[in-house]
């Protein structure tokens, strides 16, 4: 059975460890870092870097065998009522297996009875199929932007799908 508990700095490593190559390093964290490989401290540094507010919470689900998954959970707006997540990842070797669904469904959970949020909405890349059924999976629908968001990565355009779970 799948938790879910606040990130701790020994995590990093293993969530680290799940990113095999820059392609996906960028699927993951767009361009958030300046650099490929990230390394556990940098993931750190970063981290608390963010957690000046209250409006900021890295999260990993986890079972029997350890941390299995990884996401962050932040407010975009004062009255934090609009819950954004990102920086979604799951056990490489276990992708496919319903992971992401699992822990998605405990961070929605979370989001909505815990922190109050109204709305959740996160954005993932066209080139990446497989985590945008498993968002639409739970409840995520795309949603339009007034402008569409893209990101040059790697030498391409990469355009963004916007999505959106509404209470």
Request: proline content about 5%; some cysteine.
């Amino acid at each position: 059975m799948l938790r879910f508990r606040p990130y701790k700095p020994c995590d990093a490593k293993t969530i680290v460890s799940w990113i095999r190559n820059e392609y996906a390093f960028r699927q993951w964290c767009a361009d958030r870092f300046d650099h490929y490989p990230l390394t556990a401290d940098e993931l750190n540094q970063h981290y608390e870097a963010q957690c000046m507010n209250d409006a900021f919470y890295p999260m990993c689900a986890y079972d029997d065998e350890g941390v299995q998954g990884h996401m962050i959970l932040r407010f975009t707006d004062p009255e934090k009522k609009h819950l954004r997540f990102g920086f979604v990842i799951v056990n490489d070797q276990k992708r496919g297996t319903g992971l992401g669904k699992e822990m998605l469904n405990l961070a929605i959970r979370f989001g909505q009875d815990l922190l109050k949020a109204q709305t959740i909405s996160l954005g993932v890349f066209e080139n990446n199929p497989a985590a945008y059924h498993c968002y639409f999976s739970v409840g995520f629908r795309a949603t339009e932007l007034p402008e569409k968001e893209v990101y040059p990565v790697l030498g391409e355009i990469w355009p963004c799908i916007e999505m959106i779970l509404n209470r």
